[in-house]
């Protein structure tokens, strides 16, 4: 049986293009929940109008929620699957297992990096005003130096979040409620640590000689 690849990692990390690259070159299917959450709520089904009305209320999507909006979505036979950007903490984690893997293969990927790299990396982020495309001040730089390759817009900003002391607190937050989540799957033998890095050719090497 093949195994199912839970991804870890913090906002730039890079696992959102090896998701892509695993889902264009190998089959995989990509879940992200914000995506299912929404597909669900345009289908207009049963559970989609119930995601609704808690989203509208303003209020969070419960675990429960989310499990059975995985369940409802996913067949774990038919598909192999990247879980990105969930399970995000201990309790998710579990429960995921309990209820959706219910023992199937899955293997946790950690995206590691350096947080003096990732902020670097983020604070050198610049997103398109007019298009949303993202470039990166030191590795991605448009054709055109402050043109978007994409529309051609000069708008290419920072974003608000991607400025130095509001990524650190973000970074912070996120180590303390994943190192439970990494211990969890190190336990059962199920932790894949990549070195987030190193180039993302690499990367994906590395990935794709372990499945
Ligand atoms: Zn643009």
Known sequence: MKSHLIFIGAPGSGKGTQASKLVADKGFKHISTGDLLRAEIAKKSAL??????????????????????????????????????????????????????????????????????????????????????????????????????????TNLVQRADDHEDVIKNRLKVFQETIDPVLKYYQDLGRLMKINAEQAPDEIFKMISSKL
């Open 48 to 153: 989609g109008i119930e995601v609704k009305q808690v989203m509208d209320e303003g209020k969070l999507v419960s675990d429960d929620l989310v499990i059975r909006l995985l369940q409802a979505n996913i067949d774990l036979n038919a598909s192999q699957y990247i879980f990105d950007g969930y399970p995000r903490n201990l309790a998710q984690a579990q429960t995921l297992d309990k209820e959706v893997l219910k023992g199937y293969p899955a293997t946790s990927v950690y995206f590691e990096i350096n947080t003096t790299k990732l902020v670097e990396r983020l604070t050198n982020r610049r997103t398109c005003k007019d298009c949303g495309a993202i470039y990166n001040l030191i590795s991605k730089n448009p054709k055109v130096i402050g043109t978007c390759d994409q529309c051609g817009g």
